[in-house]
């Protein structure tokens, strides 16, 4: 398999703009999850997705944020407004199902200036 | 819901020297128990895992680690480390029944010295 693939790798950019990242998980894999990490800290769950069907949401996603995998396949995270506290690595990751580890994409680092 | 803690932030060894990093979690269910590394500005690669079985697991690098469901603990060893062992290692927990997410510890950044 060609592995989870997150794009950009960094995005830097100022308090209040809109960002959008891109996961591409590995093909069959129908479950995909997203990750915030800070520094110092592990991973964090943000969401989840079974097919196109977002299943469960952390209270760590604000309204700001939003995450859509529109044909089951690729998934996209935005975060509107962007406030300095969003800097982070958000990580995606992707199974084909129950009792099978999580597979993880590179990231995309955050900065906002 | 589960939790997970990392009680050693920072483990500095020698080359060659054994080491263990520590895992603790708790959960009223049954879990499933992972190990992940980490390297600078990369993802997170699985190192082993524990589903059902034997409680002893073991990796292709020289790693295991042993489910204590008494302790709760998933601790994981090495007899003797390399210089490219040098990462950052999180230890992960999911309910068994509801393999949804996956609850991570605070990291244990493992330094290994020549």
């Known amino acids: 398999d060609t592995g989870v693939s997150q794009n950009p790798r960094h995005k830097i950019t100022k308090r209040g703009q809109n960002v959008t990242f891109r996961c591409d998980p590995i093909s069959e894999h129908n479950r995909l999850y997203w990750y915030r990490q800070t520094l110092g800290q592990g991973p964090e769950f943000l969401t989840y997705?079974?097919?196109?069907?977002?299943?469960?949401k952390s209270r760590l996603l604000s309204d700001r944020f939003s995450a859509e995998r529109p044909k089951g396949s690729f998934s996209t995270l935005e975060i509107q407004r962007t406030e300095q506290g969003d800097s982070a690595m958000y990580l995606c990751?992707?199974?084909?199902?129950?009792?099978?580890?999580?597979?993880f994409g590179d990231g995309t680092r955050l900065s906002i200036l | 819901a589960q939790s997970v803690t990392q009680l050693d932030s920072q483990v500095p060894v020698f080359e060659e020297a054994p080491v263990e990093l520590r895992c603790n979690y708790s959960s009223s269910v049954s879990v499933y128990l992972f190990w992940y590394v980490q390297y600078p500005n990369q993802g997170l690669q699985l190192l082993l895992k524990?589903?059902?079985?034997?409680?002893l697991v073991e990796s292709i690098n020289g790693f295991e680690a042993e489910f204590n469901k008494s302790q709760t603990s998933f601790h994981l060893r090495k007899p003797s480390v390399h210089i490219s062992d040098t990462a950052e290692y999180f230890c992960?927990?999911?309910?068994?029944?509801?393999?949804?997410?996956?609850?991570f510890g605070s990291g244990t950044k493992l330094n290994v010295k020549p």
């Open positions: 992960a927990v999911s309910d068994s029944g509801n393999f949804n997410k996956f609850y």
């Open positions: 997705f079974q097919n196109e069907a977002q299943l469960e």
């Open positions: 990751a992707s199974t084909r199902g129950s009792n099978q580890p999580q597979h």
């Open positions: 524990y589903l059902s079985g034997s409680t």
